[in-house]
């Protein structure tokens, strides 16, 4: 059974830092791309940024800058630092995975990031 446990949300100021992790099991991880996605209330879920399974990643132009992607294999674990937050940034944050052969996605239950002082 496949399950991602998201961690590391909360209230922070602005301008402060969060690290987010996802960690995964019941999978291979290094077969998957591994991305993170947000939802601010009232509004559509947005990919956030993404690794690879070659290790090549993507960010949205919103955060290039601000948060770094990364994954730990040996711990089938994917990351998302985020720094200078701005209330802009609050958001529900999720994990998603995405099979490499078969396209078969997962999707955390997502952890909050609060941004305001």
């Known amino acids: 059974q496949v399950q991602l446990v998201e961690s590391g949300g909360g209230l922070v100021q602005p301008e402060g830092s969060l690290r987010l992790s996802c960690a995964a099991s019941?999978?291979?991880?290094?077969?998957?791309?591994v991305a993170w996605y947000r939802q601010a209330p009232g509004k559509q879920r947005n990919l956030v940024a993404s690794i690879n399974s070659d290790g090549s990643i993507t960010y949205a132009d919103s955060v290039k800058g601000q948060f770094t992607i990364s994954r730990d294999n040996t711990k089938d674990t994917v990351y998302l630092q985020m720094n200078i937050l701005k209330p802009e940034d609050t958001a529900v944050y999720y994990c998603?995975?995405?099979?490499?052969?078969?396209?078969?996605?997962?999707w955390g239950q997502g952890t909050q990031v609060t941004v305001s002082s």
């Open positions: 019941g999978i291979t991880f290094t077969y998957y791309v």
């Open positions: 998603k995975i995405r099979d490499i052969w078969s396209a078969r996605e997962y």
